[in-house]
């Protein structure tokens, strides 16, 4: 499967960002979707999550801030963001797993700063 990322930016502290990740495929349903970031000098690691299900997993970082959604019949996952901080600053990451099947988007860029 192909994802493309969208909807990153520069916003200030205390703001909201919506990301989205176009998927491409039929079976779209059936993957666990999820949202990863990295700073840099920082590893990769994991925001939210959801399955194909609709269960949703968020890191103890996000603390209630983020909401993870998808819309199957629009092929699309999204990280809902509020109040966002200076340290949610990241390049953001979506990421499809089906089985032993994993893809990844190309991210795309948060910068929260005044």
């Known amino acids: 499967v192909q994802l493309v990322e969208s909807g990153g930016g520069l916003v200030q502290p205390g703001g909201s960002l919506r990301l989205s990740c176009a998927a491409s495929?039929?079976?779209?349903?059936?993957?666990?979707m999820g949202w990863y970031r990295q700073a840099p000098g920082n590893e990769r690691e994991l925001v939210a999550s959801i399955t194909s299900g609709g269960s949703t997993n968020y890191a103890d970082s996000i603390e209630g801030r983020f909401t993870i959604s998808r819309d199957n019949a629009k092929n699309t996952v999204y990280l809902q963001m509020n109040s966002l901080k200076p340290e949610d600053t990241a390049v953001y990451y979506c990421?499809?797993?089906?089985?032993?099947?994993?893809?990844w988007g190309q991210g795309t860029q948060v910068t929260v700063s005044s």
């Open positions: 495929g039929s079976i779209f349903s059936r993957y666990a």
């Open positions: 990421n499809a797993r089906l089985f032993a099947s994993v893809s």
